[in-house]
């Protein structure tokens, strides 16, 4: 069964990367055809968790998401949007067993790109949906328990982490002339963490994948 969903879990990203490899090439055709592209750029509050076996145990972490996009009209009320924007994720995850208990916190920067279909309920109403591909830039965990038998701070760095992180990003925004308003949630699909040996026992931290909830505003310049 694991083996399944091991397996599954990377034809999911293998078909997130390729889509999104077709969806780029699409716009770049489509902007040398001369049509008319908004750009603009975004920023906004991240909710973010991590989802592991016992999502119970996992917390939310308030974080940022800046960066620009662009809008390529297709219809009068569909759109491609292609975003690149710096987004923070992770979560604090709090833990118990028969050697120690206590809590850490995962704090994660990417530099993600999602290409979303943006489709007009009206003209001031949309919701959008899209995969997105992120690269981790940065990765810092800090622990807090009752036995300090790891130093997680001091041994654990961005290259202990999936530096590829792809999944789904599904939303809604309103536009008020050029400045939008969004809420997005972005499902992640790759597990966030490598396998490694700690005092000779092989572990996966975080075995987790991505959750971020973000509130944003845009701003369109043309």
Known sequence: MNCF??????????NIVLISM???????S???????VR????????????YTNDSENSNLITGFNMGVFSKL????????????YLTTK??????????VDGSARFNLTYLEVPVLCVYNITDNFNVHAGPYLAY???GKVTND????????????????????????ALGAGVDVGAISLGLRYNLGLTKVGKEQSILGVNYTIPDATNGVLNLYVSLSLN
């Open 90 to 99: 992770g979560a604090s995850v709090s833990y118990n067993n028969l050697f």
């Open 73 to 84: 009209p297709i219809l009068d009320f569909l759109a491609i949007q292609p975003e690149i």
């Open 30 to 36: 489509y902007i040398s055809s001369n049509a008319q």
């Open 5 to 14: 969903f091991s397996l599954n879990n990377k034809q999911m990203k293998n």
């Open 39 to 50: 750009i603009g750029v975004k920023a906004g509050l991240n909710m973010s968790s991590l």
């Open 22 to 28: 077709v969806l780029m090439l699409f716009l770049g």
């Open 145 to 168: 328990s009752d036995i300090n038998l790891f130093d997680f701070e001091e041994n654990i760095d961005a290259n202990d982490y999936n530096r590829i992180d792809a999944g789904i």
């Open 136 to 138: 981790m830039l940065n």
